[in-house]
T-cell receptor, first 114, second 111 residues
């Protein structure tokens, strides 16, 4: 089954404790992206990757890091989480850059930073 | 910076009534995509429009892309309870590999 998986689905952590949210897709997609969703603000792109070893900043990259060492995986790293990073996070992938085709979204990771 | 505005933010309709959400970009878009997110779920891709003035239909859903490629609309005919959710439009930013989403229109159906 074609899918994007994220782990963990729920996470409660404390300020400053490094964490990683994993994202994996099994569709051999080139383009992968991370979004955060906040009430009233919609979906905002954090980082995206056009292919292996190619990453770029989205709209709200501050406080986040990503890596793309393999085509299928695109982890999101919060080196020192802060309460303003409490949000619902979605990973997404598409065959090529979004103009070419729609994105598949993962189920989401709800992160709370206290 | 480039913005994608979506209206209305919320819409309550009686089951069977029609529903329309509008998306407006501050700049010309090479394409526009529409997504649906059910309550508690993740966004699901519905359709992409590329051509100026393009109209596409999916059963009761009609999607339009404006002649100037700066606006788009999604129209649902005779809404059903399964249509509940938030509808987002999204378009590429200037370099075509970033994407920006509208804030969405949340549709609530009254039985």
């Amino acid at each position: 089954e074609a899918q994007v998986t994220q782990n963990p689905r729920y996470l409660i952590t404390v300020t400053g404790k490094k964490l990683t949210v994993t994202c994996s897709q099994n569709m051999n997609h080139e383009y992968m992206s991370w979004y955060r969703q906040d009430p009233g603000l919609g979906l905002r792109q954090i980082y995206y990757s056009m292919n292996v070893e190619v990453t770029d900043k989205g709209d709200v990259p501050e406080g986040y890091k990503v890596s793309r060492k393999e085509k299928r995986n695109f982890p999101l790293i919060l080196e020192s989480p802060s309460p303003n990073q409490t949000s619902l996070y979605f990973c997404a992938s598409s065959f090529s850059a979004p103009p070419g085709i729609g994105q598949y979204f993962g189920p989401g990771t709800r992160l709370t930073v206290t | 910076g480039q913005q994608v505005m979506q209206i209305p933010q919320y819409q309550h309709v009686q089951e069977g009534e029609d529903f329309t959400t509008y998306c407006n970009s501050s700049t010309t878009l090479s394409n526009i995509q529409w997504y649906k997110q059910r309550p508690g779920g993740h966004p699901v891709f519905l359709i992409q429009l590329v051509k100026s003035g393009e109209v596409k239909k999916q059963k009761r859903l009609t999607f339009q892309f404006g002649e100037a490629k700066k606006n788009s609309s999604l129209h649902i005919t005779a809404t059903q309870t399964t249509d509940v959710g938030t509808y987002f439009c999204a378009g590429p930013m200037n370099r075509d590999d970033k994407i920006i989403f509208g804030k969405g229109t949340r549709l609530h159906i009254l039985p």
